[in-house]
């Protein structure tokens, strides 16, 4: 070992894991761990197999969270303290990186270097999408629909498309099969990408997980902000403003347009899933059907915030 010291280092590394692990805590809905299962299941994967994904998988997705809130400001995270609030910017630069590490130290265990080499390109494609969400943020114009779609697909999907390189890579499928599961999991993260979009400004649940509407004040790079044609830029904005805007674009239908955009995009997944069923139709797709089922959005009126406030008044 490299260092001079064994027992100081194993002291260091135990404080550098402790802020990676408090968000490791905090757990969301572990959708990559059920995508990866589902697909898993098409695929006919081991279950040590599928461990090693998902452990990648999540470990990725965490070290990005932790890198998005400091760079985004957000100081809550699924309903607690971000990382960087509870340990600082630097702590948490720091520890967040450990998730990478240890994600690809889990695919490095099945002996396989081309599947070290697929995490490598997602990790790639994540840091490159964030770069470009940055400069969003950063800005003062808008996307444009198209560059808005590419950024998700790189920033959200890369992890969804690392699932899918991982298990072709350990059990390949027909070329035509792989790439109507790749089509399908691109259009799935811009999906995902609108309804997290959708629920920070206007889905009353969605606020004790990241506090109220801090999209509005994160630069112009929420699709909402496409809709309305209104690139707000970065800046604080106090709860009375924040609501103004989401009157705003309530009566100018934003939120109506926003979910039927939502819907037309989710309508297109079941599609290249049954595509990719007709190209092996001897495997077991009924996992990866549900999966699309629980990931669909559909908003119950109670949780509308805008129809709330009309409500009230």
Not at 219 to 236: C, D, E, V
Request: proline fraction near 4%.
């Amino acid at each position: 070992m490299f260092p001079s010291n064994p027992q100081q280092y194993a002291a260091a590394k135990k404080s550098w894991v402790v802020a990676f692990e408090y968000q490791e805590q905090h757990a969301g809905m572990k959708v990559r761990t059920d995508l990866t299962r589902a697909l898993a299941n098409v695929y006919r994967l081991s279950s040590d197999k599928t461990r090693i994904i998902c452990d990648c998988v999540e470990r990725f997705n965490t070290a990005s969270l932790i890198h998005d809130d400091i760079i985004d400001q957000d100081r809550i995270r699924r309903g607690a303290d971000s990382v960087w609030v509870r340990y600082g910017v630097a702590a948490a630069l720091i520890s967040g990186m450990y998730g990478y590490i240890q994600g690809l130290k889990s695919l490095s265990e099945s002996g396989r270097m081309t599947l070290v080499q697929a995490g490598l390109d997602s990790l790639e494609e994540l840091h490159i999408g964030q770069y470009l969400d940055t400069l969003l943020s950063e800005g003062a114009d808008l996307p444009t629909m198209e560059q808005y779609r590419y950024v998700a697909q790189l920033n959200t999907g890369c992890f969804f498309i690392f699932i899918l390189r991982a298990c072709q890579q350990l059990k390949p499928l027909p070329q035509q099969c792989y790439r109507s599961l790749k089509s399908m999991l691109l259009e799935l993260a811009v999906y995902y990408r609108f309804v997290n979009d959708y629920c920070d400004i206007n889905h009353i649940p969605h606020y004790a997980k990241k506090g109220f509407a801090p999209d509005l004040e994160a630069g112009p790079k929420s699709f909402l902000m496409i809709i309305a044609n209104q690139p707000l830029p970065k800046s604080n904005r106090s709860e009375i403003q924040k609501r103004q805007i989401i009157i705003n674009w309530g009566n100018a239908d934003v939120f109506c347009k926003a979910l039927k955009i939502m819907e037309d995009s989710y309508a297109i997944l079941p599609g290249f899933l049954q595509r990719a069923q007709q190209q092996c139709n001897e495997l077991d797709f009924s996992q990866l059907h549900k999966f699309l089922d629980t990931v669909h959005f559909q908003q119950k009126p109670a949780d509308d915030f805008y129809a709330s406030l009309q409500l009230n008044t």
